[in-house]
């Protein structure tokens, strides 16, 4: 079952900008935290902006200031929003929901669910 699906990743060029986004199935009620993560082949994935229950986020220091991580939890989607992107911005992105509610009555539940991943390249 496909519990997390990514879009938005495309080629742009350097100092654009790209929104992902991160939807999940109608099985999940909500999102209540999750990350998006980017990986570059021979390298390891990277934790590159997360969103916790309470709203916080926190950001790699690379892309501070120019990356953005929000949610929708009625449309139960995670988003980055980013701009001034850079070519050492390409990868493949990741979403990541490690805390989720089932039914607008749950608890929230610690998850550990990837997307598919989506490609961004940024030229030069």
């Known amino acids: 079952q496909v519990l997390l699906v990514e879009s938005g990743g495309g080629l742009v060029q350097s100092g654009g900008s790209l929104r992902l986004s991160c939807a999940a199935s109608?099985?999940?009620?909500?999102?209540?935290?999750a990350g998006w993560y980017r990986q570059v082949p021979g390298k390891q994935r990277e934790l590159v902006a997360a969103?916790?229950?309470?709203?916080?986020?926190n950001y790699a220091d690379s892309v501070k200031g120019r990356f953005t991580i929000s949610r929708d939890n009625a449309k139960r989607t995670v988003y980055l929003q980013m701009n001034s992107l850079k070519p050492e911005d390409t990868a493949v992105y990741y979403c990541?929901?490690?805390?989720?509610?089932?039914?607008?009555?749950?608890?929230?539940?610690?998850?550990?669910?990837w997307g598919q991943g989506t490609q961004v390249t940024v030229s030069s």
């Open positions: 109608a099985s999940i009620f909500s999102i209540n935290a």
């Open positions: 990541n929901a490690d805390k989720v509610k089932w039914d607008p009555f749950d608890s929230v539940r610690a998850v550990d669910y």
């Open positions: 969103i916790g229950t309470d709203g916080t986020t």
